[in-house]
């Protein structure tokens, strides 16, 4: 195991030996010793140590709090103080700096070592913690739906690059507002409504309903959900939503050309009234079908922290990386097959969908760089589902793909009952026919 690297900043020379001295037999690799405040600037950018023991009270102009606060700034290293001067003024100016430790001199080796060791630990932790962080915060900032979350009075206290830009605002302007600041009042008033009831019985709901951006009104899907703490406790509300309005024109014209040749088989004779009544029960059947496996759908869609779908990273190479196991779910394989590149997303993808997947891709990089694309995957039981992917191509500067962010829905519920309307459709069609 490689060993730690100390900087050691200390400008009385018999001191900074014993230090040294100490640190080393703690098994720690000492990188320099450098006296001032100013040195250890020059020191870092030339050699970049894992914790910096610094001095307070330092030669020259800058003393070890200053040069402990640029060291923060800079290189985000951590530094632990070492010095005979405890007084509170000196106290505070220290803490300002965030140190991950303070050490009176004169200290003891089971002082310093244990100091050391924390330090180290906290800051890797901290490193950890913070890409982590970043890593999610990339994902929910890059998914093509809208996101937002609101405190228990419906107040806004983040929302995601997507949301913030439908209302022109950064997501940082949103903290504090409400539904009244950006919409009608009538809707507004629908929304916290909404946000009363899922709050008080502690629920989660999909709603289709109104949406404005620019003015231009259209519909959404929005999974609603009360979030809650580990002690249960509701402390706000997540919502995500996206645009059906083109889905619910294409159902809207379909049941207008079904109503059309209903109205025209009826017209045609009374001889047909039984023949008729029978078309109609299937219809209701088929209807009654059709909401029980649209429910159903609802009802199991995979949500990630109370998303639908499963939220991948995916790269050029088809190589995708997710963040829980709900993908086993569906595809059956161990998700780390996946995550750890053994596998890759095109491995499960019908050989003969894998072209029009790409066309729609190469479509997206001409244009928004957003795309939705459907194709078949056959499971590790053998099953072929049909996947709908929604994702959005992030690129670099330079324009290159860096990775892809999207949502994967299984939608092979919903293409069976489309074949099964037009099925039925094409049976209608054929009845008429006959009849002239």
């Known amino acids: 195991m ?19 001295n100490r640190v080393k037999n703690m ?12 040195e250890v600037i020059t020191k870092i950018k030339e050699n970049t140590p894992d914790l910096v023991l610094m001095d307070i009270v330092l030669k020259g102009e800058m003393d070890g709090i200053e040069a402990a606060d640029q060291i923060h700034s800079l290189f985000n290293i951590p530094v632990v103080y070492l010095t005979a001067y405890a007084d509170d ?56 739906q809208k996101i937002f979350y609101k405190d228990t009075n419906s107040v806004y206290l983040a929302c995601n690059e997507n949301y913030a830009r439908d209302l022109n605002i ?19 008033e629908k929304y916290r409504a909404d946000d009363k009831r899922i709050v008080e019985f502690v629920v989660q709901e999909e709603i289709e309903e109104n949406y404005l951006k620019d003015g231009k009104e259209m ?31 294409a159902e809207d014209a379909l049941q207008k050309a079904r109503g059309e040749l209903e109205k025209r088989v009826e017209e045609r004779t009374s001889e047909l009234v039984v023949a ?82 790409k066309e729609s891709f190469i479509q997206a990089l001409k244009t928004d760089k957003s795309y939705v694309r459907e194709y078949r995957i056959r499971t590790k039981d053998g099953e072929t589902l049909w996947i709908q992917e929604r994702g959005q191509i992030i690129c670099d500067k330079k324009g290159e793909i860096e990775y892809i962010s999207g949502i994967f829905f299984d939608i092979t519920e ?23």
């Open 170 to 188: 950064t997501p940082d302007e949103i903290i504090g507002k409400t539904d009244y600041d950006f919409y009608p009042r009538k809707l507004a």
């Open 276 to 357: 008729n009544e029978q078309l109609h029960q299937e219809i209701r059947e088929r209807e009654e079908i059709e909401n029980t496996l649209r429910e159903s759908e609802e009802k199991y869609r995979l949500l990630l922290k109370n998303l639908p779908g499963i939220v991948f990273r995916g790269y050029r190479d088809w190589s995708v990386e997710f963040i829980d196991r709900k993908p086993e779910l569906i595809t059956g394989y161990d998700v780390d097959e996946f995550n750890s590149a053994r596998m890759k997303w095109s491995d499960i993808i019908l050989k003969e969908d894998i072209e029009t997947a």
């Open 27 to 38: 098994g720690y690799d000492v990188s320099a010793i450098v006296p001032s405040g100013e």
């Open 414 to 436: 919903r293409k069976r009952i489309v074949e099964q309307l037009r099925e039925y459709e094409l049976l209608l069609r054929n009845t008429f026919q006959s009849l002239e």
């Open 2 to 20: 490689e060993k730690a690297q100390v900087l050691i900043v200390e400008d009385d020379g018999i001191v900074s030996i014993d230090i040294e």
């Open 219 to 249: 519909i959404v899907q929005t999974v609603k959900s009360a979030v809650c703490d580990e002690e249960g406790n509701v402390i706000g509300l997540l919502g995500i939503f996206w645009d059906i309005s083109k889905r619910k024109q």
């Open 89 to 144: 003024a000196i106290l505070e100016r220290a803490k300002a700096t965030e140190p991950y430790g303070y050490i009176i001199k004169p200290f003891e080796d089971r002082e310093l070592r244990s100091t050391i060791e924390m330090a180290l630990y906290k800051h890797k932790s901290e490193k950890a913690l913070r890409e982590g962080e970043a890593k999610y915060r990339t994902l929910l900032e890059n998914i093509p």
